[in-house]
């Protein structure tokens, strides 16, 4: 569909303007599936880790998807997009929604689903790394993290029963809230919702693939390997709707819906958009484990850098996110290095 970007200067001028609709169609996916999730009257941070992190990573599905079906190039699209996103997401969002959060200057977050995101999240993130050191990602690793992916949404399901039981007992209260969450929200019927998931859908699988194809392009103008240009460019450009969405929570006063989002994005990032194209290629793709073992490494590194910053017992400050800042920067210099053939 887009052979016709073929040259440096309508590769970036594109790349900037599909990066735009891209993040325009997850920003409605991600309000209508936010009003949904209120209707349903699911919890804040189980919202964030499900409904909000599903639609601002279906970018990142899409790029994996369309590196099997199209590009025929899974290792070095698809998972460096999908392991790049993962650690801007995990570094980068958090930093900037403390940064964005307008409450107290202590920020504290719920432990408790911080830690359970984290669990699921190292849990998917070895399996990643299990299957990248085989050499090879099949049906198998692909049932595999959607397993895990399937345990934490059971997690998150019985959290939802568990809440709900309390607002029944809570009737008046929990009702009113849910009441007016949902009038200040631009209320629509579920047809409508589902018209609009459909097209938000279809806009960002065409931008990606725009965005693939730009991106390419670009690799072979500046003469830069693909794998680089794919885990910082197309990570990036993917994680624009996270970053957007949990800002804007954070904003909002929700920190804990903004960090349960950057976290249960990357959980759906390495489980779902790795796992479905695993199983739907239909065939052995190869990993290549010494080219991904430093942005694996980095992706623990992060995690281990969030959950230090959000459990402290005296909770978290606008200063504690220079330390997310500094591994993010430390990481790029590794990516520059490697691509300078330094490292």
Not at 6 to 25: D, G, H, Q, T, W
Not at 46 to 56: E, H, N, Q
Not at 142 to 166: D, E, N, P, W
């Amino acid at each position: 569909m887009f052979d016709w970007i073929s040259n440096l200067p309508i590769a970036i001028i594109m790349l900037l303007v599909m990066s735009f609709f891209m993040s325009k169609a997850s920003d409605k996916l991600g309000d209508v599936l936010h009003i949904l999730g209120v209707k349903l009257n699911i919890p804040t941070s189980v919202r964030g880790a499900t409904f909000d992190a599903i639609s601002s990573s279906f970018p990142e599905f899409s790029t994996a998807m369309i590196a099997v079906l199209v590009f025929n190039d899974f290792s070095n699209v698809g998972v460096p997009t999908i392991a790049g996103s993962g650690i801007f997401n995990i570094l980068i969002i958090p930093m900037l929604s403390i940064l964005a959060y307008r409450g107290n200057k202590i920020i504290k977050a719920d432990k408790n689903n911080i830690l359970r995101d984290m669990a699921f999240y190292s849990l998917s993130v070895g399996a990643l790394i299990f299957f990248t050191y085989t050499g090879s990602y099949n049906a198998v690793s692909g049932l595999v993290l959607i397993a895990i992916y399937c345990a934490y949404v059971g997690v998150l399901y019985m959290q939802t029963k568990k809440h709900r039981s309390v607002t029944d007992i809570e009737d008046v209260k929990g009702e009113a809230a849910v009441t007016l969450e949902i009038e200040n929200e631009d209320d629509m019927s579920y047809g409508k919702m589902i018209i609009w998931i459909v097209i938000a859908i279809a806009v960002i699988w065409i931008t990606i693939e725009g965005i693939v194809q730009s991106a390419t392009v670009i690799s072979d103008g500046l003469n830069i390997p693909k794998y680089i240009v794919s885990v910082i460019i197309l990570a990036a450009c993917t994680s624009i709707p996270d970053t957007i969405l949990s800002v804007k929570s954070a904003k909002e006063g929700d920190i804990e819906g903004a960090v349960a989002n950057a976290v249960g994005s990357n959980i759906f990032d390495i489980c779902l958009c790795l796992g479905l194209p695993m199983i739907i290629s239909g065939q052995v793709l190869p990993a290549n484990f010494q080219q991904n073992v430093g942005v694996l490494a980095f992706l623990i590194i992060s995690m281990l850098t969030t959950a230090m910053v959000l459990l402290k017992k005296k909770g978290a400050t606008k200063k504690d996110a220079l330390l997310m800042t500094v591994v993010y920067l430390a990481f790029l210099v590794y990516i520059i290095g490697v691509a300078t053939n330094l490292f």
